[in-house]
């Protein structure tokens, strides 16, 4: 069983709606990331978070929006989204600052953009 | 604009035999190297990690690090059709910290 929790496991949406993907660790981690999927593609980098702070923002449109609640936390706001950007998105913990770069993976979010 | 390049395959092999995934990468300040498998529809779990030149092993699966070639592989030994997956080459980026950039993977088929 995976110890880094992603909510919903699937989500659909319109193009003019609001959601938000959820994911929650608690291995004490201080650095949590949005990888984004798309099928027979390799994770793509979207945002890094190193102790609750945004450290690395990989060039995303501003549709997405990340936030860090806490250490524990971690969501991805979804406005305004297209077709495109329908994928899995993984969400990932690492244990800084030890820096072994091992990622914890959760099962993913799969979104449907309609 | 840093890279992990690997073969995407597929790569068959019979059941019993040694499966070889190979990957090079660009940036030569990388320290961390990693093997990710992934099922069809799931989330990529560690196989392996090598820092070190040279060889690694840990059980059937054994990570090979050449920094000065910047080619790291992994050996599969004793191949069965449950390590049919997707092979996801990691590497951190030297200047982000502990930041992954993965490969676009292989796809290794073991029948039986």
């Known amino acids: 069983d995976t110890e880094v929790t992603q909510t919903p496991k699937h989500l659909v949406m319109g193009m003019t709606n609001k959601k938000s993907l959820k994911c929650e660790q608690h291995m004490g981690h201080r650095a949590m990331y949005w990888y984004k999927q798309k099928a027979k593609k390799p994770p793509e980098l979207m945002f890094v978070?190193?102790?609750?702070?945004?450290?690395i923002n990989e060039s995303v449109p501003s549709r997405f929006s990340p936030e860090c609640p806490n250490s524990s936390l971690l969501n991805l706001h979804l406005h305004a989204l297209q077709p495109e950007d329908s994928a899995l998105y993984l969400c990932?913990?690492?244990?800084?600052?030890?820096?072994?770069?091992?990622?914890?993976f959760g099962e993913g979010s799969r979104l449907t953009v309609l | 604009q840093k890279e992990v390049e690997q073969n995407s395959g597929p790569l068959s092999v019979p059941e019993g035999a040694i499966a070889s995934l190979n990957c090079t990468y660009s940036?030569?300040?990388?320290?961390?190297f990693f093997w990710y498998r992934q099922y069809s529809g799931k989330s990529p779990e560690l196989i392996m990690f090598i820092y070190s030149n040279g060889d690694k092993e840990d059980g059937r699966f054994t990570a090979q690090l050449n920094k000065a070639s910047q080619y790291v592989s992994l050996l599969i030994r004793d191949s069965q059709p449950s390590d049919s997956a997707t092979y996801l080459c990691a590497v951190m980026e030297s200047q982000a910290g502990t930041a992954l950039i993965f490969g676009k993977g292989t796809t290794l088929s073991v029948s039986s």
């Open positions: 990932a913990s690492s244990n800084e600052p030890r820096g072994d770069g091992e990622l914890f």
């Open positions: 940036d030569r300040g990388s320290q961390s």
């Open positions: 978070y190193s102790y609750e702070k945004l450290s």
